[in-house]
């Protein structure tokens, strides 16, 4: 299994608080590696498209990831879609996640 790429821990870190971080690197290396139909030979780079959309559909909810993995797992050309990687094998390199934090006060009310 290919392992994480420093670019795929950096999204994992400003998505996820850092009790949850084993658990979501677990679940990369597990359910969103070589055991992809037809990903059996890619290396961590080549990997790095499908779990970033993983965490992009994620949202830095572990609920919302294990769907997302979900969805690779039964097609993962779904995935890419669904994360807007679908039409470009070099998007996802764009996508830089906001920690949630940073998320939620964007779409608070002024106070």
Request: proline share 8%.
């Amino acid at each position: 299994m290919p392992p994480l790429t420093p670019a795929c821990e950096q999204r994992i870190a400003l998505l996820f608080a850092p009790d949850e971080v084993a658990l979501v690197r677990a679940l990369l290396l597990e359910e969103c590696g070589n055991r992809l139909p037809l990903l059996e030979q890619a290396d961590s780079a080549t990997m790095d498209r499908y779990r970033f959309a993983a965490l992009k559909l994620s949202a830095g909810s572990l609920d919302k990831l294990e769907r997302a993995l979900s969805v690779a797992i039964t097609d993962w050309r779904d995935l890419l879609v669904a994360a807007g990687f679908g039409h470009s094998v070099t998007a996802h390199l764009e996508w830089q996640p906001e920690p949630p934090a940073q998320n939620r006060r964007r779409g608070a009310a002024p106070g």
